[in-house]
């Protein structure tokens, strides 16, 4: 039996044979709502664009393959996607998620899936005798992130997997920070994948996506019924842009972890800079996890600085290559100040943010520009 492709490979040619009809060796832009019959449900697999669509479909091939999944399905964004996970539950039903899961995702389990009866727990999952206490007889799902937001935290996802099949939960992972490229849950033991295609595997922040992969027959055809009968499906568009992001996700990915490797070490040595949080680093509290569970450490570095919130606003402004937006993932490197930007919302809260906090998704520029960059804006940081 021949062996399976490698993952560089089955980015660029996992659901993107040439098109039969023209040999197009790019998928098709298929842009249509609809497909002709040839009598009624006589039809060639398609009959109406939210239920399926070719551009979409080969999307969908591609990411259940680079998850090492069987069925992958795509959304109109990445909350879309979680989302749709959710219909899985039933009311009085529990959820269990870690208490720094991404703001949107915390914000759905609360301010809306809580008014449909379903109960949700926070926890700091790097405890797992918190997540075994936070399991009961009604929790039905298990919400994995990791590396987490802002702080870069590692979840053993294994072992997570084990506790809640233990209790017949289901494992669902968000992989949005590490990709396929550099962890695979489903080979850890989780049950489905979840993504934010807007970031890595989109990789160039021009469009918003979602992704499921999973393995399990029952729970695709679950999720299935719900992309379509709810139908947060993203257009054909959009689909042939992340798959296009996908293609070079493997040498981005390289270049984002070289890359923030460097900034981290080189940040970690300015006097302006308290701590330093990357799991790449050999102090790290999750560094050894990271080795094991990740090929790689990722492009996300976040850095307190000793000046608290005025020096953090002072950094964020002064830099001129990193510019100051929310998102991550792209080749363009990125600053955020979670304290008033992406996070601002915990401001009160126990969960909140250090106000001296600073983000970074480090893109793929020289690597010297960056290092420069970050260290002329931390002159200003006093
Ligand atoms: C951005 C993000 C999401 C939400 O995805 P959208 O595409 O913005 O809807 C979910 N999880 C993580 C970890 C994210 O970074």
Redo the contacts with the bound molecule.
């Keep these: 039996m021949p062996s399976r492709r490698r993952f560089e490979t089955r980015a660029i040619h996992d659901g993107q044979a040439p098109d039969p009809a023209t040999g197009a060796v790019i998928p098709p832009i298929y842009q249509t709502a609809t497909y002709a019959q040839d009598a009624p449900e006589v039809h060639k697999g398609y009959d109406y664009s939210r239920t399926a669509n070719p551009t979409r479909a080969a999307l969908e091939t591609c990411l259940a393959s680079l998850e090492d999944g069987q069925f992958g399905l795509a959304f109109a ?6 989302a749709t996970t959710a219909y899985l539950l039933n009311p009085g039903e529990h959820v269990v998620a870690p208490d720094d899961v ?1 703001g ?2 915390h914000r759905l389990f609360v301010q809306v899936l809580r008014r449909y009866g379903l109960e949700v727990s926070f926890v700091d999952m790097t405890d797992l005798t918190r997540v075994e206490a936070a399991l009961t007889a009604k929790t039905r799902l298990v919400l994995v ?1 990791t590396p987490t ?1 802002p702080y870069l935290k590692i979840l053993d996802i294994a072992a997570v997997a084990e506790l809640a099949h233990s209790r017949d939960a289901l494992v669902v992972v ?1 992989n ?2 590490a990709t396929p490229y550099l962890q695979r849950p489903l080979g850890l033991g989780a049950d489905m994948v ?1 993504h ?4 890595y595997l989109g990789g160039h922040s021009d469009v ?3 992704a499921v992969v999973t393995s399990s027959r029952d729970v695709y055809e679950t999720l299935k019924f719900h992309q379509n009968a709810a139908g947060a499906v993203p257009g054909p568009f959009d689909c042939w842009l992340v798959l296009r992001g996908i293609r070079t996700l493997a040498l981005r990915m390289d270049r984002h972890c070289a890359n923030a490797q460097r900034v981290a070490e080189s940040l970690r040595g300015h006097a302006a800079v308290q701590g330093v949080f990357y799991p790449g680093l050999p102090d790290h509290p999750g560094h050894a996890l990271a080795a094991r569970q990740m090929a790689g450490f990722g492009g996300m570095v976040s850095f307190t600085l000793h000046g608290g919130d005025p020096a953090a606003r002072r950094v964020a402004a002064g830099l001129r290559v990193f510019t100051l937006a929310e ?3 792209g080749v363009e490197s990125l600053v955020d100040h979670p304290a008033s930007m992406t996070h601002a919302t915990l401001t009160g809260s126990p969960l909140q943010v250090d106000p001296g906090l600073l983000r970074l998704s480090v893109g793929i520029e020289h690597v010297e520009d960056l290092i420069g960059d970050l260290a002329q804006a931390l002159g200003k940081a006093e």
């Design positions: 964004s990445g909350m879309a996607a979680i991404y949107g995702t992130e937001n968000d949005t920070f979840v934010s295609t807007t970031k918003v996506g979602g998102s991550l993932g």
